[in-house]
């Protein structure tokens, strides 16, 4: 049974650091991807984002380069999302989904936000200004 299971979300001032992490268990993570995306209370859903869990490729969504950080430990099957220097506006719920870079010939950008076979259920993330 595949399970993601996100945990080190948390309430921080402005300018703060979290980490959040991913627990992937029962999912071989060779050759596909797993994403951070988020969701504020009436906004749209944000690729955040995303790891070829395969070569370690990395992408990221434009309001968050620089400050976020993802990456993997494939021996414990593990994906971290470290946040530096978060804003009032990156106040959401953090969700992580691992899925395939690849369906039915069909290249899938790396933060889309739908294409995850598994999601895991979210990491509340609270910015205080």
């Known amino acids: 049974q595949v399970q993601l299971v996100e945990s080190g979300g948390g309430s921080v001032q402005a300018g703060g650091s979290l980490r959040l992490s991913c627990a992937t268990s029962?999912?071989?993570?060779?050759?596909?991807?797993v994403g951070w995306i988020r969701q504020a209370p009436g906004k749209e859903r944000e690729g955040v984002a995303t790891?070829?869990?395969?070569?370690?490729?990395?992408f990221y969504a434009a309001s968050v380069k620089g400050r976020f950080t993802i990456t993997q430990d494939s021996a414990k099957n593990l994906v971290y999302l470290q946040m530096n220097s978060l804003k009032s506006e990156d106040t959401a719920m953090y969700f992580c989904?691992?899925?395939?870079?690849?369906?039915?010939?069909?290249?899938?950008?790396?933060?889309?936000?739908?294409?995850?076979?598994?999601w895991g259920q979210g990491t509340q993330v609270t910015v205080s200004s």
């Open positions: 029962g999912y071989t993570n060779s050759g596909n991807r």
């Open positions: 790891i070829w869990t395969g070569g370690a490729s990395t």
């Open positions: 989904a691992a899925g395939p870079t690849w369906i039915g010939g069909t290249w899938i950008p790396p933060l889309d936000t739908e294409k995850y076979n598994y």
